[in-house]
């Protein structure tokens, strides 16, 4: 079945994804900025409908008037179903590059594999999705190194700027050792980290993974 895009003005059923303060300011009129991210979602949609056909059918929702800064995965029966909250569409940083790895990361819940957030769970932890978007996802979807490069900074960015932390760079990494697998929120720096590491086939980095 062809997968589906639909623009949703109120919430839905939460799932696994971001956890962070809403957004103050939401526009009265989205359409540039949905239009732009409606075509990014279409294209991704068209990318993966065949790869989780017949199993699953991928849905991805733009809810514009929810100011949640915010995006989640829930799973109901066939379907996979991707929420963006307005508060992440309307902020001002969000470009197709990180709208893509957004996507990418909402999606490696699903797909990403273990460790998972539960014993017996389906959706991979965030240190894991992460991973998936630079391992998989990004290569799958036509991105360069430059767009995947860009887009990871911007998109970490934002999670810093809304979680009060220093924003990450590629020039340094996260060089704290984890005493244990983290099945939370890793830090954004190694965030940025795990995401550079899938891109480049690398280890998952110790600051939130341990075998």
């Known amino acids: 079945m062809k997968a589906l895009l639909l623009i949703l003005l109120l919430n839905s059923p939460r799932g696994f994804g971001l956890c962070l303060p809403d957004s103050q300011v939401i526009k009265e009129d989205l359409r540039k900025e ?3 991210l409606e075509y990014e979602a279409r294209s991704f949609e068209d990318i993966y409908a065949s790869i989780l056909a017949p199993e699953h059918d991928l849905i991805i929702q733009l809810e514009t008037l929810n100011p949640r800064v915010n995006a989640e995965i829930i799973r ?21 590059d990180a709208f893509r790895l957004l ?6 819940h699903f797909k990403g594999g273990a460790p998972f957030k539960s014993r017996g769970g389906w959706s991979s932890t965030e240190g894991q999705a992460d991973y998936y978007t630079g391992l998989g996802c990004a290569r799958q979807l036509g991105m360069d190194e430059y767009s995947f490069m ?6 970490t960015g934002i999670f810093a700027q809304v979680t009060g932390e220093e924003p990450p760079k590629v020039e340094r990494c996260d060089e704290r050792i984890a005493p244990r697998t983290n099945y939370g929120y890793p830090p954004v720096q190694c965030r940025l980290d795990t995401m550079l590491a899938g891109w480049k086939e690398s ?5 939130w993974f341990r075998e």
């Open 34 to 36: 949905v239009a732009l």
């Open 76 to 96: 109901q029966d066939k379907k996979v179903v991707i929420s963006i909250m307005g508060g992440m569409l309307n902020h001002p940083k969000m470009n197709g």
């Open 103 to 108: 996507l990418c990361h909402e999606l490696g």
């Open 150 to 155: 860009e887009g990871a900074k911007v998109l």
């Open 203 to 207: 280890p998952r980095p110790v600051c």
